[in-house]
């Protein structure tokens, strides 16, 4: 987990493009059958993503201890958007199909996240953030073709 520490704003503002670009690009997203993740401490969020190619991708105990918890999700939520090809999503045991441009909502307290590709030559992308979360709510998919039609 790369971590990015927080720089007072007067500091930012001495920074030049590249400087900037030091303290706050995130370059490397999307790395086949891997996850990736960057740590900010400004507002404790979490952001990276997920491309299961030929493998399915968990994500689980292993980070939660990096965070000082049993599980990844034992205090915080988690936001997921699917940019690539049609994948899956398995939440406890709950499988949700999450196709291009769809997103998925997991609350506090999920303890296996799995994430996998339905085709190996599109592979799924999946953008996530998480935050910390103070209260639990159920897990939710959002279809895309819901919101056009509610354009």
């Known amino acids: ?19 900037l670009r030091n303290e706050f690009l995130v ?15 400004i507002d404790r969020i979490i952001v990276g ?12 105990g292993e980070v939660g201890k990096q965070l000082g918890v049993s599980y990844f999700l034992e205090r915080r939520e988690l936001g997921v958007i699917n940019i690539g ?20 909502y997991v609350g506090k307290g999920a303890k ?20 910390p979360a103070h209260t639990t709510y159920p897990t939710k998919k959002s279809h895309r073709t819901k919101y056009l039609q509610s354009r």
């Open 1 to 19: 987990m790369d971590v990015r520490q927080s720089i007072h704003s007067a500091h930012a503002k001495t920074l030049d493009t590249q400087g």
């Open 27 to 41: 370059e490397k997203v999307f790395v086949a059958d891997e996850y990736t993740m960057v740590y900010s401490h």
């Open 49 to 60: 993503g997920i491309m299961p190619v030929t493998k399915t991708v968990s994500v689980g």
């Open 85 to 104: 090809g049609a994948g899956t999503i398995t939440v406890d045991g709950q499988c949700y199909e999450i196709g291009h441009r769809e997103a998925l």
């Open 112 to 131: 296996e996240v799995v994430f996998a590709s339905i085709d190996t030559v599109t592979p799924a992308k999946f953008y996530y953030n998480c935050a």
